[in-house]
C-alpha cells in the first residue's frame, strides 16, 4: 500500500488520483441560460444526489484560474439549469459540447441538439435526453483555492421537474436502468457503459 500526503503532491497529482479513483461517476449534462439568451450545455462528472426530501442535486463546476465557467454564472444570474442523465444515444453530442467555445455561442447549436421548453423554468431542456430534471438553484458554493480565487463552484439545485421517457418508467416509479444505458465517466478519455448488474440484500 503506497501512502501519500496530499500536500506534497502538484493539483495535477491530486487531480489524477480523484479521477482515477472515483470511478465510474455519472455525467450531468448541464443547460443554462445567459441573461443575453443563449442557451449553453455542458457535461460534469463531479455530480451527485443531495436528498430527496426535497429533491436536490449537486454540481461542482471548477474555475478557471478564479473565473466562473459559463454554466455557473449563468446559474447565479437566473437562478436555474436543467440536468439530463448522459446515455449511450447523444453522448457523442454531450461529448462535443466540452469544446471551448466563447460565451455568446451555443454548444447546443454546434453538437446539433433539440432544445425542448422546460415547464416550470425558463432554461430549456434538450429533447435527446430519455430523463432531465428542472432545477431552482438553492445554493451556489464558492470553494476551494483560496479566498479570493476559489477553485470551484458548488452548484445544489432543488429538482422542480422531472421528465422521463415513459418506456423507462414502470408502474412502481422505478426507472429501467437497463433501458436508460447511461454512461459513466472514468479517467482520461475513458468512459462505461451499465455492466453487470447485481444485487445484496441488506443486513435486518
Do not use: W
Request: glycine share 8%; proline share 7%; net charge negative.
Amino acid at each position: 500500500m503506497i501512502s501519500i500526503d496530499p500536500t506534497s503532491q502538484s493539483e495535477r497529482e491530486n487531480y489524477k488520483f480523484l479521477i482515477g479513483s472515483i470511478i465510474p461517476r455519472p455525467i450531468a449534462f448541464v443547460t443554462t441560460l445567459s441573461k443575453e439568451g443563449v442557451l449553453n450545455a455542458a457535461p460534469y462528472s463531479y455530480f451527485t444526489i443531495v436528498t430527496a426530501n426535497p429533491p436536490m442535486v449537486a454540481i461542482s463546476v471548477q474555475r478557471k484560474q478564479g473565473e466562473r465557467k459559463d454554466t455557473s454564472r449563468n446559474a447565479i444570474e437566473t437562478g436555474a439549469f436543467v440536468v439530463h442523465i448522459s446515455d449511450e444515444s447523444y453522448i457523442n453530442e454531450i461529448n462535443q459540447t466540452a469544446a471551448n467555445l466563447p460565451p455568446g455561442e451555443s454548444e447546443v447549436s454546434l453538437a446539433g441538439l433539440t432544445p425542448v421548453t422546460s415547464d416550470k423554468i425558463a432554461v430549456p431542456g434538450i429533447a435527446e435526453a430519455s430523463i432531465r430534471m428542472e432545477c431552482v438553484l438553492d445554493q451556489a458554493i464558492p470553494l476551494g483555492g483560496t479566498e479570493g480565487s476559489p477553485a470551484a463552484d458548488l452548484l445544489i439545485g432543488r429538482v422542480v421537474q422531472f421528465h422521463i421517457a415513459e418506456a423507462l418508467y414502470d408502474s412502481g416509479g422505478h426507472i429501467d436502468a437497463v433501458g436508460l444505458k447511461p454512461v459513466s465517466r472514468l479517467a482520461g478519455n475513458s468512459y462505461a457503459k451499465l455492466g453487470e448488474i447485481f444485487a445484496i440484500d441488506r443486513p435486518e
